[in-house]
């Protein structure tokens, strides 16, 4: 019953948008480069962990972001859902973004997280204390293509005191508005 109020409510969200929003859909496939965690303690002989995951495998994440987007000057910004897959099983969490378009150059911050939905072998509705701050940088390649890097990281009040956890990413994605 949970997972068709949340599914219903959803729907609600994504048709109810004011006229003067765009419909924005980004597909398209993230790299980890990077694992790491940074570690703050008073002990001074305590290490960060950092991990290169490129040199050891290659995973290609499918990633999804439906969302509606404003323009608020040279900033667009935008509410919705984000998302990643394993193919047997997908993540979907809700996310808020600011982002900059300098031409040839885009920026973009979103935060995330909360709520989760999981869809596939194990499918429940979770809500939870994480967090994803997402600061990534794009090169426009045409109309609708992107490439480029980001940097995510993990917030929770469940993580040890003075862990942060992140990820360095590499990204290509198609970018259409309605």
Known sequence: ????????????AISSATAVADVRVDFGFTVPWRLGAQISSLDEEVDD????VLSQITILLPEVMVAYQEPVGPVNLGVGLRGFSLIV???LWPVVYAEYDFGPAVVN??????AFVFLGLYNDITTGSLFFPDLSAHAKLGRRFRAGLGVVGVLSGDLPEGVTPYMIYLNAKFSFLN
């Open 1 to 12: 019953m949970r997972k068709i109020l949340v599914f219903i409510a959803a729907l609600v």
């Open 49 to 52: 962990f950092d991990f290169d």
């Open 109 to 114: 911050f979103n935060f995330g997280g909360g």
């Open 89 to 91: 099983q997908s993540l």
